[in-house]
């Protein structure tokens, strides 16, 4: 199994049933497809609407329907249409149980960035701060080493960040690591065939190993 | 009560020099396309552009940018729409950026009569740099303040003669805000209807937000 998909099988195993749950662009839209048949979670999608469903194709596809990257999406039962100002009540209000992000550095101190590399394009941060700021549990979902081979988990993001202290869980194809405020990054999970030093090395941050530590299974 | 229907042309002859516009949609949808489109044809000039995305390759917003007609953008995302990164490189226009939450909230704020309000979004981040830091119940806040634009392109699919808007589906976005935080709204529409002929129930926005509307 690649990376991303053991990392996305993972993350799916996190929601319990009937959470509210915002996917960020990219990998973590991916969980959408690995989600327990025994649960059931209501997708949101912060232009506006509860109950996302899988994508549109031919003629199921609505132009005023679409979620947040864009994407021609349908709708499941029970689902609502709302303006950007509820949707980010939703968001900023607790109402989602959980997001799922993607990351270019996560520190110790559940420090996130993700939004803006200095002197490179810079897009915005559309969405990114409200959601981890108000979403119950920040999940972030993402390769342990950017593309470079260095540690994206570090001691202090040097990036400009997208949110302070509000990291709860970080998911790597190495392992799953809880911040815990106030004492740092705590290791839950390892995945099989990785060692202690291994995570180790990978990683700038301090990371404590959990007294009950699992291996992690998808 | 005089007749809000009005041609592309006279419509978009609302906005002036320097104004400040709003502009609805999310991505592609909910774009008032028509409105912005008649715009870059004009020769109005040093506008101030509010819109959460500045639209994408395929939207007008995007030829309105590559037209020089825009000073300033306001914006969350700018990644659909090149032109807009290619000003905050070049600083041919100023380029500010919220968060998205807190951009509609600005504009709902601005639209709702209020003086601002207080948002934990961006604490710690480069989006508090020169806001005022409130502290309520321990809780450290930004002070965020309104927004209110001369004039707002916003689209819908229905409208009845007295400015009622039906808007269907996530093209509510920003339209349904940018309806409350201007001086003279315009609606871009596919169909206009009698007066009651749209349930009052499935109103989206109340026809007394809305001062022109252009069938397209």
Not at chain 1, 1 to 8: K, L, N, T, W
Not at chain 1, 42 to 49: A, K, R, V
């Amino acid at each position: 199994m690649e990376s991303r998909e053991f990392i996305a099988r993972r993350v799916a195993r996190e929601f319990r049933d009937g959470d509210v749950v915002n996917l960020g662009i990219g990998m973590p839209t991916m969980v959408a497809n690995y989600i327990p048949e025994d649960i059931s979670v209501i997708l949101q999608s912060e232009n506006g609407l509860l109950g996302l469903g899988p994508r549109a194709e031919g003629a199921r596809i609505d132009e005023n329907i679409i979620d947040a990257g864009g994407g021609y999406v349908t709708v499941l039962k029970g689902a609502s249409f709302f303006d950007s100002a509820v949707s980010f009540g939703i968001i900023r209000g607790g109402h989602v149980d959980a997001t799922v992000l993607g990351a270019l550095e996560v520190d110790q101190e559940g420090n996130l960035a993700s939004w803006m590399v200095p002197g490179k394009k810079v897009t915005g941060m559309g969405g990114a701060m409200d959601l981890v700021t108000g979403a119950k549990k920040v999940i972030i979902s993402m390769e342990h080493l950017n593309k470079k081979g260095e540690p994206k988990i570090l001691r202090k993001c040097r990036l400009p960040l997208t949110a302070r202290g509000q990291v709860d869980l970080i998911v790597t194809e190495m392992a799953v690591i809880a911040h815990r405020p106030g004492s740092g990054l705590e290791v839950l999970e390892i995945a099989p065939g990785i060692t202690r030093d291994d995570l180790i090395r990978a990683t700038e941050a301090d990371l404590k190993f959990s007294d009950s530590l699992k291996l992690m299974e998808v | 009560m005089k007749s809000k229907i009005k041609d592309l042309t006279e419509a978009v002859n609302i906005v002036k020099n320097g104004d400040t516009l709003m502009v609805g949609g999310f991505l592609q949808c909910g774009q008032p396309q028509h409105l912005v489109g008649a715009l870059t044809k004009t020769d109005v000039r040093d506008l101030t552009l509010i819109s959460t995305d500045t639209g994408t390759m395929e939207t007008s917003n995007h030829f309105l940018l590559k037209s020089g007609k825009v000073i300033r953008i306001m914006a969350s995302y700018i990644g659909g729409n090149p032109e807009a990164g290619n000003f905050l490189m070049t600083g041919d226009a100023e380029v500010l950026l919220f968060p998205q939450g807190t951009l509609a909230e600005k504009i709902r704020a601005g639209g709702a009569g209020l003086g601002g309000f207080l948002s934990p979004v961006g604490i710690g981040t480069v989006v508090e740099e020169g806001k005022q830091k409130l502290t309520v119940d321990g809780k450290e806040y930004l002070l965020e303040l309104p927004l209110w634009a001369n004039v707002a392109f916003i689209k819908a699919d229905k409208a009845d003669k007295a400015g009622n808007l039906r808007i269907h589906g996530s093209a509510r976005n920003f339209n349904v805000l940018m309806a409350t935080a201007a001086d003279h709204v315009v609606a871009e529409v596919s169909e206009i209807v009698e007066t009651g002929e749209i349930d009052p129930d499935d109103v989206n926005v109340p026809g007394v937000f809305v001062d022109t509307l252009v069938k397209i």
